[in-house]
């Protein structure tokens, strides 16, 4: 496992005190610094937490809080490929339900969930501004719109050997 | 500075770009330099035009020629036919193109032809990453007459006269609201911005990120200069990345032109501007939790008073406006308030845009007259409803607004007719539903939305909409009784009554305006045990008719849960209790012999 090399850990944990270091004179740093330290972890594990809690000197309490309380913070780890279904309005009533439904049975995992294999995670996201085009789902960066559930298998075929 | 014969604007709003517009732009690029006329024809990238449905959207001037859903191999054709010999490439254009001059065709599409464009002045026009644009149309203009012609107060003064309120939602007046702030006791004062947009399925302020950055940070300083206050802070959506970057761009240049920073324009006014990131809860667009989430803490309301003005962002006394309203008021100053209250109704004046989506045809931003009716948002500019549906009632205002049925559809978009008829103005999101839409179903969704977005703080909230939930579930799922509906109302009547913040003050509100309008649908569920509009699954049946069912098994193999049974010349037939409703065995059957029952 990547976590154990201890270069990479030495790496991540060099990124995290520049993040640190970068917004030590800002008011209200924490939640800048928690998102960068996600961009770098992939999740925010108590590890992680405690960390940034020893450096910046904020109650452990008070960053779970802080890591709890926003959707975009995450606890568990994530999958090679973050499949979004966009479960915003605009996408609802487009059916964008029977979409979600059909990611389910097809990588076999619930909303919040990991595959056994880590390679895709999936989530139910609320709007990406992409209304459009509705319904949408994302994987990664990549934008999938005007969907219908007989299009998933397709597009998960692209991500089967990469 | 270099001329160009043609433009070719290309847009790069998220709409666009999700439908691939990066892609279209390099082939440009590629079959302009093949063609040898990369010097004369300048490719800008844009922000959104508003017709993302049909995107990629790609507008060839000076002839303004709109073509939709390009696609990469379409490109060579626009350039060797349009670019090169001066012929429009009729196929793909938008709008009426039997018209007698097609090739202004921006301006024949009905989508267009009906709108104002204020706010929206600029997106798609300039390329927001240059700064020399927006300044080339009369960007940062306003700021310097009123760094150097205007006092403070006269500022506040124009603002108020022009009418404008706020876009964010409440329509609270923009002028009173920088009057009060300005007069909060305290030196050090605080300009931010409201860029949070929670509203799902609405991306008005997305656009104007994306598109015209630069008239939000104008504005800002502008606040800034008229309230008496050196620092700004724009909260965005972390769930906007071109956003962000945008904007992070368009500060920087800002900075460099003297317009951010210590001294703007040779002046004794000094501002500065931070982005903050959001991190994904909608409770975070209320004012109170918006300012405690920038100090980095859970983003919990509080109670008010005292309101921001007077005590906001640490402790000191803070304006927040939103987006759009910031976007207005720029060209306020420049072309005055008397112009701008020339437009829009009789209570508000300007206009108003919305995010137009769910059932319609053309579904994306639409900027119109505060005033304009339902009708003409959703026929005139919206081209209708798909598949030749009947249009059954839109919903403004999200999750805490309602919706207007379609006996309504011939009201005036205002702040007090929405009111009035049990909806709200909202931010701008706008979802057109159609025949085939539960309304109970929507209801429920918008109950599961601020459900899951309480911030938990207040009991009224947390555990009345979770009781709400609940009922609307037993309901949908075909278990409801009549005193259940009785149930709703008490309980939405007591969470408005005793919830803390807005979140929970407005969270009954879609259940209550679709009891108001369609209390039979919610009936029919609770007495027959029927989804009239055949959503909700637990009141679906499938069945197999006896008389086209040819006994070739095949459903039988694809029912992922053996429902059904059958043998060799005997019709099979579905066992309700083991069914799951996934509907596969109607989708294989090949003699279309099993049916949705409602
Ligand atoms: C639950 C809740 C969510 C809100 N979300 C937003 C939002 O996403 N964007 C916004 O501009 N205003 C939002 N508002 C309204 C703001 O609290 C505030 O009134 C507004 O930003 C003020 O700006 P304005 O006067 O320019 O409209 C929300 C209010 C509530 C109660
Ligand atoms: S009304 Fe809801 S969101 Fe608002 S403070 Fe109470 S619990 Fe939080
Ligand atoms: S709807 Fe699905 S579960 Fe029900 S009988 Fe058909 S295939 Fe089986
Ligand atoms: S509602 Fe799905 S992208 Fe906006
Ligand atoms: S994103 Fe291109 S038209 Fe809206």
Known sequence: ??????????????????????????????????????????????????????????????????????????????????????????????????????????????????????????????????????????????????LSPDDIDKILDKYKDL | ????????????????????????????????????????????????????????????????????????????????????????????MAGDTE???????????GFFKNQVRIALRNCGTINPENIDEYIAYDGYKALQMALTEMKPEDVIAEIKKSGLRGRGGAGFPTGLKWELTAKAEGDDKIIACNADEGDPGAFMDRSVLEGDPHSLIEAMIIAGYAIGANQGYIYVRAEYPIAVKRLNIAIEQAKDYGLLGKNILGTDFSFSLELRLGAGAFVCGEETALITSIEGKRGEPKPKPPFPAVRGLWQKPTLLNNVETYANIPIILTKGADWFTTIGSEKSKGTKV?????????????????????????????????????????????????????????????????????????????????????????????????????????????????????ILERITGGKGEMEDIEKLEILSKNIISSALCGLGQSAPQPVLSTLRYFKDEYIAHVKDKKCPAGVCKSMMRYVIQADLCKSCGICAKNCPVGAITGEKKVPYVIDQDKCIKCGVCMEKCPFKAIFKNV
Not at chain 1, 69 to 96: D, H, I, N, R
Not at chain 2, 7 to 14: A, K, M, Q, R, Y
Not at chain 2, 99 to 109: G, I, M, P
Request: net charge negative.
């Open chain 2, 99 to 109: 018209a007698e001059d097609t090739s202004k065709s921006l301006e024949n599409v």
């Open chain 2, 354 to 470: 919305f995010a137009v989506g769910g059932k319609i045809n053309n579904t994306g931003l639409v900027e119109v007259p505060i005033g304009t009716t339902l009708r003409e948002v959703v026929y005139d500019i919206g081209g209708g409803i798909p598949n030749g549906k009947k249009f059954k009632a839109a919903q403004t205002g999200g999750p805490s607004g309602g919706c207007i049925p379609a006996s309504l559809i011939d009201t005036p978009i205002d702040y007090e007719t929405l009111k009035e008829i049990g909806s709200m103005m909202g931010s701008g999101g706008l979802i057109i539903m159609d025949e085939d839409n539960c309304m109970v179903d929507i209801a429920k969704f918008f109950l599961e939305f601020t459900v899951e977005e309480s911030c938990g703080k207040c009991p009224p909230c947390r555990i009345g909409t979770k009781r709400m939930l609940e």
């Open chain 1, 1 to 146: 496992m990547s976590s154990n090399c201890c270069a990479c850990v030495d790496e991540k944990e060099r990124k995290l005190q520049e993040i640190i270091e970068k917004y030590k004179n800002i008011n209200g740093a924490l939640i800048p610094v928690l998102h960068e330290a996600q961009d770098v972890y992939g999740y925010l594990p108590m590890s992680v937490q405690k960390k940034i809690s020893e450096k910046m000197n904020i109650p452990l309490s008070e960053i779970y809080g802080v890591v709890t309380f926003y959707t975009q913070f995450s606890l568990k780890p994530k999958g090679k490929y973050k499949v979004s279904t966009c479960m915003g309005t605009a996408c609802y009533v487009k059916g964008s339900n029977l979409i979600l439904d059909k990611l389910k049975e097809k990588l076999g995992i619930s909303v919040g969930d990991c595959s056994e294999d880590g390679r895709f995670s999936l989530e139910a996201c609320r709007c990406i501004g992409a209304c459009g085009l509705a319904p949408v789902i994302m994987i990664n960066d990549d934008v999938y719109g005007k």
């Open chain 2, 1 to 92: 500075m270099d001329y160009f014969r043609a433009h070719v604007l290309i847009c790069g709003g998220t709409g666009c770009t999700s439908s691939h517009s990066p892609k279209i732009q390099q082939e440009f690029a590629d079959q302009l330099e093949k063609n040898n006329i990369s010097k004369e024809v300048k490719i800008v990238t844009t922000g959104c035009f508003g017709l993302c449905a049909q995107g990629p959207i790609v507008v060839v001037y000076p002839e303004g020629a709109m073509y939709t859903m390009v696609r990469v191999e379409d490109v060579k054709e626009i350039v060797e036919e349009h670019l090169v010999k001066g012929r429009l490439v009729r196929r793909l």
